[in-house]
């Protein structure tokens, strides 16, 4: 309410970034917005997201007043918004995915995919090019979105699940203080082609990387971080990290939403972790 201020967590909740001519780019999950920023920290400019001519607003938009009618008010779920925001080489277009389905009216979503939009930094607009993100069932969400080269891109795709099905809650338990009630089952690192869209705009699924049944045969993984068995999964509930480190390995992490989110042991706060993988044979598909 002051003539000048900081922003803060309360005006935008940053997912994505990206840097480009000297100028940073933020994705943001309450608009959704784009935010454009100088190295200097100020912000330049924010811009409110376009589909197909037309607005979309979160629930959390300064604009959308309780009450709110899912669908009609607002279109993108909360904390939706741009949780992967690519920068694309060769063309130096954004691509910024939304988290989750869009709301249509009524309250429901348009279906299981993900909406990913096309905005150019030089022209400071959307493009008005959009494609369709194809979720694998029991996928709920992404959590990254990152190029690796001028079309394949790779995608965290998860559910809402966290800790090891090896120690999922007994059918009927009513005590869960041991044990993970709804355990992760769809944790991926989904490798695509952004140049081939289908008939129906869905992005082409190159192949993906299971994060709940990683090959650990050198027993790499730290004691707790697995269910052995020369065997590696990593099952969190927010897993917010993808990028390539060079031709054959992958830099993954998780965000621990501390202290809510657990993963490794039940009741116990989880860790930030970082893992390096070897997946040459996704890296080098086609």
Not at 14 to 40: C, K, M, N
Not at 140 to 158: K, M, P, Q, S
Not at 180 to 186: C, E, G, M, N, T
Request: proline share 5%.
């Amino acid at each position: 309410g002051t003539e000048s201020r900081y922003l803060t967590g309360a005006d935008f909740d940053t997912e994505s970034i990206q840097v480009l001519d000297g100028e940073v780019w933020i994705g943001d999950e309450f608009g959704p917005y784009l935010i454009r920023a100088g190295l200097d920290g100020v912000i330049r400019q924010v811009y409110a997201t376009e589909l197909d001519g037309k607005e979309l607003h979160g629930p959390d938009t300064y604009s959308v007043f309780v009450p709110a009618e899912a669908g009609k008010d607002y279109q993108v779920q909360r904390s939706g918004g741009y949780e992967g925001m690519a920068l694309q080489p060769g063309t130096n277009l954004l691509w910024a995915m939304l988290e989750k389905p869009i709301l249509v009216e009524g309250g429901a979503t348009e279906g299981n995919f993900l909406r990913v939009l096309a905005f150019d930094p030089k022209a400071g607009a959307w493009t008005g090019d959009s494609v369709k993100f194809k979720l694998a069932e029991g996928a709920t969400a992404i959590g990254d979105f990152n190029f690796i080269d001028e079309t394949r891109a790779l995608v965290i795709e998860r559910d809402n699940g966290e800790g090891d099905p090896s120690m999922a809650c007994a059918e009927g338990a009513t005590d869960t203080s041991a044990c993970y009630p709804k355990p992760a089952l769809v944790k991926h690192i989904v490798l695509v082609d952004m140049s081939q869209i289908d008939a129906e705009g869905y992005v082409r699924r190159i192949g993906y990387v299971d994060l709940m049944n990683i090959a650990d045969p050198d027993a790499k993984a730290l004691p707790g971080m697995g269910a052995g068995a020369e065997r590696f999964s990593f099952p969190f509930f927010t897993i917010e990290d993808v990028i390539r480190v060079d031709e054959t390995h992958i830099l993954v992490a998780n965000d621990n939403n501390l202290p809510f989110s657990g993963g490794r042991i039940p009741g116990v706060a989880a860790n930030n972790e970082f893992i390096l993988l070897d997946v040459a044979d996704l890296l080098a598909a086609k």
